[in-house]
């Protein structure tokens, strides 16, 4: 986010620069949620993945530990790890919309104001 | 280094500092803020580079602790999904390898240290670090967060200063042009 400068004389309120403050940390969490997302979403492939194992009794790793553990109960645990990324992923995303939408609102809102002395756009 | 006392409008926080980063005072207008600085346009201009400049290190500085804290954070956690699982899980299987140690954890602490805790020292003393390691993390977020804002405010300060200047030279050539 840059602010051009065209020598206008546009003033810049208190409230007009805890907009300016306020977008430039969406922006921030924007960008974070969308790494996150990907993150979240690259678990949910190898969980998928997992769950395609033949074996009777799978090395199921718990950290550094690897346990000798019966199918059924590796799936039963990759199953509940799958729901908690898929809720997470799902949490990711909404708040994703909402940072998008409340964006949108600032811009609608600092346009208006200062027109072209102000950029708010991605390079 | 010059202190600006421009008065923040009622609804916004005025806070000087923040946990040793000074905060960018707001300007409510330029020529009153150059009067007070008591330095020319290109003075003022430098003085607030440096000050962006100054900023960009601390926030490396927070963002390279900020990633320590999230890979740690995990490890952490790791660490108590080992303990309580296999504790669990372990019957038959575990404590074929190690009967006796089911009662006893090492934990290794950095450092070349390893100690020897029962398993229920060695849980509350992971979950305690997990705890503080994420009050730390927060309080950091909030730190850079507070930092961004600085950051924005200069460098709108930064762009009014020198559109300011701008419009004055504007003006002041128009005038002449008059008078000639």
């Known amino acids: ?123 | 280094m010059a202190t600006s006392a421009s008065p923040q409008q009622p609804g916004g926080a005025v806070v000087a500092e923040r946990r040793g980063i000074p905060a960018a005072s707001f300007v409510e207008d330029v020529q009153i803020y150059l009067n007070q600085l008591g330095l020319d346009v290109n003075s003022t201009l430098a003085f607030l580079q440096e000050r962006l400049q100054q900023y960009k290190v601390v926030e490396m500085k927070l963002l390279a602790q900020q990633r320590d804290l999230q890979a740690k954070i995990p490890d952490i956690e790791k660490c108590l999904d080992a303990l309580l699982t296999d504790f669990e899980a372990s019957e038959g299987i575990y404590s074929r390898a190690r009967v006796e140690d089911i009662d006893s954890v090492c934990l290794w602490l950095g450092a070349n240290v390893m100690l020897e805790y029962s398993c229920e020292e060695a849980t509350s003393l992971l979950r305690k670090n997990l705890e503080n390691a994420k009050a730390s993390l927060e309080v950091l977020i909030a730190d850079l967060q507070f930092l961004r804002d600085q950051v924005t405010i200069t460098q709108v300060t930064i762009a009014r200063v020198y559109n300011w200047d701008v419009h004055q030279r504007r003006v002041r050539q128009a005038l002449a042009s008059q008078d000639s």
């Open chain 1, 1 to 123: 986010m840059q602010q051009a400068g065209g020598g206008s004389e546009t003033e810049v309120t208190w409230e007009d620069q805890q907009n300016i403050n306020k977008f430039g940390r969406l922006n921030n969490r924007y960008h974070e949620l969308e790494d996150e997302i990907r993150i979240a979403k690259n678990f949910e492939d190898a969980s998928n993945e997992l769950i395609l194992t033949d074996e009777e009794v799978v090395r199921f790793q718990i950290g550094e530990v690897f346990a000798h553990v019966p199918k059924d109960e590796v799936e039963m645990r990759i199953e509940q790890m799958t729901e908690t990324t898929t809720k997470h992923l799902e949490k990711l995303k909404d708040e994703k919309d909402a940072v998008v939408a409340q964006m949108a609102d600032l811009k609608k809102v600092l346009y208006a104001k200062f027109k072209d002395s102000i950029n708010l756009e991605e390079d």
